[in-house]
């Protein structure tokens, strides 16, 4: 298996534009995760999906951020307007469902993001 | 609101040292706690994940403990080589595997 896959690896954009990001989980797998990685704040959970169902995004900063999954091998995050506090590292990660090595995430290699 | 606090904050020991990591937690309610290496400019890598009920898990040179009730755990790495050196991050998750809360890391050298 590949892994988890993102895209783009690296991202440069000015403030104010529109910014999205996306993720392919394992094959298989039931969770999704989006996690955002800062020197300040470390790595924190932005919000994550159950077959294809956002279940917690309590972890969005703002209403600027969205994500979707609108099947089962691709999801999305979206930060529209971004700005330049939004530059940090986004993590996607995934997991199998319940019951199959239970609670182990995998990590893709992420998204760089710098907003000038 | 759990909190994970890992110490040292960075370590540097010579080639073939025996080392401990130390992870601690606020709140021992646990569903599951997994230690990861980062290397620069990488994504996570999982090394050991331990379930709440376990004690301790073993992976080639490392192996990782669990004191749930005194919200503890230690990433122990035998044998250090210059390859170990990375980021070790561990994560403890709130409810069935899912929102892992992390801890800042372990930034570890390892000298040949």
């Known amino acids: 298996d590949a892994g988890v896959i993102q895209s783009p690896r690296h991202e440069v954009t000015e403030m104010g534009q529109e910014v999205t990001l996306r993720c392919k989980p394992i094959?298989?797998?039931?969770?999704l995760f989006w996690y955002r990685q800062t020197m300040m704040r470390g790595l924190e959970l932005l919000i994550y999906?159950?077959?294809?169902?956002?279940?917690?995004d309590s972890g969005m900063p703002e209403d600027r951020f969205s994500a979707k999954m609108p099947n089962a091998s691709f999801s999305t995050l979206k930060i529209q307007p971004s700005e330049p506090r939004d530059s940090a590292v986004y993590f996607c990660?995934?997991?199998?469902?319940?019951?199959?090595?239970?609670?182990?995430?995998?990590f893709g290699p992420g998204t760089r993001l710098t907003v000038l | 609101k759990q909190e994970v606090t890992q110490i040292p904050a960075a370590l540097s020991v010579p080639e073939g040292e025996n080392l401990v990591l130390n992870c601690s937690f606020t709140d021992s309610a646990i569903y599951n706690l997994q230690w990861f290496r980062q290397d620069p400019g990488k994504g996570l890598t999982s090394l050991l994940l331990?379930?709440?009920?376990?004690r301790e898990q073993t992976s080639g040179r490392l192996n990782a403990s669990l004191d749930k009730s005194s919200g503890r755990s230690t990433l122990y790495i035998a044998a250090s080589q210059p390859g170990d050196s990375a980021t070790y991050l561990c994560a403890v998750s709130m409810e069935y595997g899912n929102k892992l809360v992390f801890g800042a890391g372990t930034i570890l050298r390892v000298k040949s």
């Open positions: 999906f159950n077959n294809n169902v956002p279940i917690d």
């Open positions: 094959s298989g797998h039931d969770y």
């Open positions: 990660a995934s997991r199998p469902g319940d019951g199959l090595a239970p609670g182990e995430q995998f």
């Open positions: 331990i379930q709440s009920s376990q």
